[in-house]
Nanobody, 114 residues
Framework: QVQLVESGGGLAQAGGSLRLSCKAS????????MGWYRQAPGDRRELVAS???????VYAESAEGRFTISRDNAKSTVYLQMNSLTPEDTAVYYC????????WGQGTQVTVPS
């Protein structure tokens, strides 16, 4: 089993920044990929960014150029630096850990008022 604990969500002004963190614990596999998804009310959960074990990032088009994903394998932690936030970024952000099984964090709310 893998447990994921997210932090760093909250309220940000349009144009502002937030940094999300997700720490994994339990049976960690260094070859696992980790990433961030988000789900706005009434919408499907969607990929924001992910990073494979060889540190290759993948970004959703909406995140490209504004968000940066990074990971610290020594700390089993993945980060999402979000800049130039817009109200459209308002959602619950979920951390995902994926090896042979997919694990999800509990989610952290990000709110950018219009």
């Amino acid at each position: 089993q893998v447990q994921l604990v997210e932090s760093g969500g909250g309220l940000a002004q349009a144009g502002g920044s937030l940094r999300l963190s997700c720490k994994a614990s339990g049976r960690i596999d260094s070859f696992a990929s980790m990433g961030w998804y988000r789900q706005a009310p009434g919408d499907r959960r969607e990929l924001v960014a992910s990073m494979s074990s060889n540190d290759i990032p993948v970004y959703a088009e909406s995140a490209e150029g504004r968000f940066t994903i990074s990971r610290d394998n020594a700390k089993s932690t993945v980060y999402l630096q979000m800049n130039s936030l817009t109200p459209e970024d308002t959602a619950v952000y979920y951390c995902q850990y994926s090896d042979e099984t997919v694990y999800w964090g509990q989610g952290t709310q990000v709110t950018v008022p219009s």
